[in-house]
């Protein structure tokens, strides 16, 4: 199947009909963001890992490894990646731990971010400086300096820098990930990309970015439709730390190998394997993205919906001429700029977050950030929808 634009816009969303099980032509899900609905294929491959496990019982393994592979062959496809190793987890946060564990933070303590991190790094990099490990947080915003902010930290010290690819709380793409990586280069220190707000939105490609010696994290909970369970940790091949946190996994491909009293180390996308895991999410991921390759919903095509629903949004917005002391968007932001969801900004967001919730407007927000956040199955009548009545709650805040 191929769509074209018209097909997705207009007032019936030709993709819809795909999810009916979330009932995406009924509701005003704005939560594209954060969670965005599965097309009803999903739960055939939910129970294809029952039968599976029914049938074959402590050998469904070979199977439930074969849909992984999938997994990974899909996530590289969005990535663009062909010179990489991959490692799957639940979350990033377990597969960021791995990655922390094996830096030499004894003899290099900095590690280097931005104060726009979703929570998985910035909770575990707080806590880390609590313990006397130097984090240094430098401005998200705005973006078009963020590469000499970093840069201009970077040191023989420096163990690594951990940034996204589109920041979490502003939705404003990182412009400067190529001039990071080479300085990254440059210092012998290792650069770890966030893409899992870029995945699907915003097309992404490593070989074309210049990051082929970088570590790339992401999960397919947002624009995949993947739920949840699907996250991964690209590393380079030439990668040679030795993660303190390593899972029994690990050892698959090595036993072959001679022993040397040490803990060894798988090979390949080994190094960093974690342990026993629900392969249901596999499954499922599996024959998400086999959908959304039959329907032709590669990463250019969903970009250009995107940024059809984010300009058609922010424009329905700036048409109601609200009062920006209550809410506002940043007009110096160009559409381009934006990665897959809006960001309004109003000292009362938490209350406009309920009041919309009450009125059938699901979105989210953080601190003074209200979030609409588009899908691909929704119709420019349902975007309208969303934003006339965004602007009937906003009227009655005082």
């Known amino acids: 199947m191929s769509y074209t634009l018209s097909d997705l816009t207009g007032t019936k969303n030709l993709l819809a009909s795909h999810y009916t099980a979330f009932r995406v032509n009924d509701r005003l899900l704005l939560t594209g963001h954060s969670h965005q609905a599965w097309p009803d294929v999903a739960a055939k491959c939910m129970m294809e890992a029952w039968n599976d496990a029914a049938l074959h019982v402590d050998e469904k393994w070979d199977k439930a490894f074969a849909k992984a592979n999938e997994v990974k062959s899909g996530f590289k496809r969005l990535l663009g990646d062909s010179s990489g190793q991959m490692v799957l987890g639940s979350n990033t946060h377990e597969l960021v731990i791995r990655f922390l564990s094996s830096l030499n933070l004894k003899d290099k303590p900095r590690l280097i971010t931005t104060d726009g991190e979703f929570h998985t790094i910035r909770r575990q990099l707080d806590r ?33 820098v951990m940034v996204s690819s589109v920041f979490f709380e502003t939705g404003i793409i990182n412009p400067g990930l190529a001039e990071i990586a080479g300085e990254c280069l440059k210092n012998d220190c290792e650069l770890l990309v966030d893409t899992y707000h870029s995945l699907n939105a915003v097309p992404f490609s490593i070989k074309e970015s210049g990051l082929e010696q970088t570590f790339i994290a992401g999960g397919g909970y947002k624009y995949c439709q993947l739920g949840e369970g699907n996250c991964f940790l690209r590393f380079p091949a030439s990668y040679e730390g030795r993660p303190v946190i390593t899972g029994w996994f690990s050892e698959f491909s090595m036993l072959a190998e001679k022993k040397t009293g040490k803990v060894g180390y798988g090979t390949g996308d080994d190094l960093f394997a974690g342990s026993t895991y629900d392969p249901v999410s596999h499954y499922r991921a599996a024959g998400v993205f086999d959908f ?87 119709n420019d009548t349902q975007l309208r929808d969303a934003i006339g009545i965004l602007g009937d709650v906003v009227k009655t805040c005082k």
Do not use: M
Not at 130 to 146: A, F
Not at 292 to 316: D, W, Y
């Open 292 to 378: 959304f390759k039959k329907q032709e919903l590669n990463p250019e095509f969903l970009r250009k919906v995107s940024q059809h629903q984010i300009g058609l949004l922010a424009g329905e917005f700036l048409n109601l001429g609200l009062n920006p002391e209550i809410i506002s968007i940043d007009n110096e932001i160009s559409l381009s700029q934006r990665g897959g969801f809006l960001v309004f900004r109003s000292g009362k967001a938490g209350e406009l977050f309920n009041k919309l919730n009450s009125a059938g407007v699901l979105c989210d927000y953080r601190g003074h950030s209200l979030r609409f956040g588009p899908a691909p199955y929704l």
């Open 128 to 160: 880390l400086a609590e313990e006397g490990i130097e984090v240094i947080k430098v401005p998200s915003w705005p973006v078009d300096r963020i590469s000499e902010r970093i840069k201009d930290k970077i040191n023989h010290k420096t163990a690594a």
